[in-house]
Every structure is written in C-alpha cells, then in structure tokens.
C-alpha cells in the first residue's frame, strides 16, 4: 500500500463497514507502520481490494487479535479484507486469500472471524469453501456476534 492508496482504502472500509469495523487515517497509518501484511489490489491505478493482517506478537489492540493471541503461540490474524463491490467474483478475494495463506504457512495457521449475527452468509460460505472451521465465538463490543476460524496451513 502507497501513500495514494489510502483515500481509496479508506472509502472502501467505510463502504464495508458492517462487515469490518470503522477505519479512519490514523487507524490506518497504524496498520502501514505495524502489520507486516498491508497490501492492495489494483486495477490500472484504481484499488480494488485491500487486506491487512497480523504476525503474532504485535501490540495491536483488537479483541479478536487477542483473543487469538490468548489461544495460539504462531499464527497470522486477517484483520481485514475489502473487496470493491464492482470487482466481486473476479477472484480478488481468492488471490488475496492464496497470497496471505502463504505466507502465514510457516505460522501454521491463518485466523480470521466472520459477522455470525447477524451473519455475513456470503463470507461464511467462502471461508467454508477455503477449508477454515469454526473455533470459537466472540461477542464484539458493539454487541454483535462473529464466529472465529481458523484454517491449518
């Protein structure tokens, strides 16, 4: 991720925010400086997707981080992933995905969590196709509920 890739993350987050959680510049310039994944997908110079994820250790303060922290030694955590709705089902999320999974190989698991209720059928439903399983649920602060998975790797 640029320096010109934050306006256009940052609209694309408030865009998903439902199914992610609020994100402004300062939260952002947060994620560029500690998580070692911060990446963009493009098509020509517009973004069409972004992901950020997390290696163990780090000093971030969400709740499913440490709730995974509290469980796992090695692990990387997806915090986020926005895919722009005109580029769905083009694979983005797909690549995405091969591209994080990989890397978090020589963690041994990739966690994430998913809006459970209300549910997000549609991320439920990818996650399932990409092998991750449930391993717990979580109550988030602002009162919903997301179901945490994990997928071996």
């Not at 469980?71 to 694979?91: A, K, Q, S, T, W």
């Not at 041994?108 to 459970?116: A, P, Y």
Request: with cysteine.
């Amino acid at each position: 991720m640029t320096d010109a890739d934050v306006e256009a993350v940052l609209r694309l987050n408030e865009e998903a925010v439902e199914a992610t959680s609020p994100l402004d510049a300062d939260g952002l310039r947060q994620h560029r400086e500690e998580a070692p994944w911060v990446l963009v997908c493009k098509d020509g110079a517009e973004v069409a997707a972004f992901a950020i994820a997390y290696a163990p250790g780090a000093s971030y303060g969400s709740i499913n981080y440490a709730w995974n922290s509290a469980r796992f030694d090695d692990f990387v955590y997806l915090d986020r992933i926005v895919v722009e709705p005109r580029f769905r089902r083009r694979g983005i999320a797909t690549a995405l995905y091969d591209e994080i999974e990989a890397t978090a190989r020589a963690h041994g698991r990739l966690v994430c969590e998913v809006n459970s209720a209300p549910p997000n059928v549609e991320s439920l439903a990818f996650h399932r196709s990409r092998g991750y399983r449930e391993i717990g649920h979580l109550t988030q602060q602002d009162g919903h509920e997301t179901v945490m998975l994990e997928k071996v790797l």
